[in-house]
């Protein structure tokens, strides 16, 4: 089972960008990485899923163009770059592991962090 750490997270404007890492210890190879997101008093949300060989969805419309996520299977980093942010990004980011193929179901996902938080805000 994957170990996920979480980092990169913090206060920025509207408008502004922060990159996320999760930098996974243990087996790697084959993995799909997912990231989601929990905002206070929703549900979580599924954001990206990256794949082994690097097939990459990017699911809510209301990031996409904006965030894009890429791995490096080398360092065992799955990254999401997030550009021209928006107070409704605001919330706690959390990357998880699971075999093979992407899914939005979190409880697929078996292996996760501790969450990293993002706050947008002026």
């Given at each position: 089972q994957l170990q996920l750490v979480e980092s990169g997270g913090g206060l920025v404007q509207p408008g502004g960008s922060l990159r996320l890492s999760c930098t996974a210890s243990g087996f790697f190879r084959n993995s799909a990485i997912g990231w989601f997101r929990q905002a206070p008093g929703k549900e979580r949300e599924a954001v990206s899923c990256i794949t082994w060989g690097g097939g990459n969805i990017v699911y809510p419309d209301?990031?996409?163009?904006r965030f894009t996520?890429?791995?490096n299977n080398a360092r065992n980093v799955v990254d999401l770059q997030?550009?021209?942010?928006?107070v409704e990004d605001t919330a706690v980011y959390y990357c998880a592991a699971k075999a093979w193929i992407c899914s939005t179901t979190p409880t697929d996902f078996g292996s996760w962090g501790q969450g990293t938080q993002v706050t947008v805000s002026a």
């Open positions: 209301s990031v996409k163009g996520i890429s791995r997030m550009n021209s942010l928006k």
